[in-house]
């Protein structure tokens, strides 16, 4: 950024960020984070926060036996119905939120470990690999595919199985050692 700043005194914004190859939006945003840093000014408490006192009455009411497996909904809705209102469904959701009390309640899966297959060949025609190839034809839109199978321990190949080729499917090879 420094160095484009230097470059615009001479040549313009423009021209610097383009020789630069350093789009002018990037160059505009750091030049405005850095001439007036945003002020983090702590928030006021709104008026109608709970004050600390009824979000510990709150609380208890949540942590009540007969409310321990129920959820804020239905404890809402059983305050309601017995004459009581303290806040909102979504105040004692963020409540809990608040007092670590709060998670994701269903069943996560865990997937065991990956086992990266360990592929040993002690001997030869133990262990075979096997691999397509596409390759391009002589003309635009051909193409051919070789099909080749390998013998892990030797890591030799052993047979080239078929080919093919834009007018047959599969012609198959004998098998030929190299």
């Not at 350093?22 to 983090?40: G, I």
Request: aromatic content about 8%.
């Amino acid at each position: 950024m420094a160095a484009v700043s230097e470059l615009a005194n001479d040549v313009g914004t423009s021209a610097a960020c383009q020789a630069l190859y350093m789009p002018r939006a990037s160059y505009y945003r750091d030049r405005r984070k850095t001439s007036s840093p945003a002020l983090t000014a702590s928030r006021p408490s709104p008026a109608r926060a709970l004050r600390p006192a009824e979000r510990e009455v709150v609380l208890s009411r949540l942590h009540e036996e007969r409310f321990q497996d129920r959820s804020p909904a239905a404890v809402y809705a059983t305050l309601l119905d017995e004459g009581e209102y303290h806040c909102s469904i979504r105040t004692m959701h963020r409540l809990l939120k608040q007092s670590g009390e709060s998670r994701e309640r269903r069943d996560q899966l865990v997937h065991p470990p990956y086992q990266k297959p360990e592929l040993l060949a002690t001997a030869p025609n133990q262990l075979w690999s096997w691999d397509i190839t596409k390759l391009l034809g002589p003309a635009k839109w051909t193409y051919f595919y070789l099909y080749v199978i390998l013998d892990v321990f030797s890591r030799s190949q052993k047979r080239i199985v078929g080919r093919t080729s834009p007018t047959t499917i599969l012609t198959p090879r004998a098998n030929s050692e190299p």
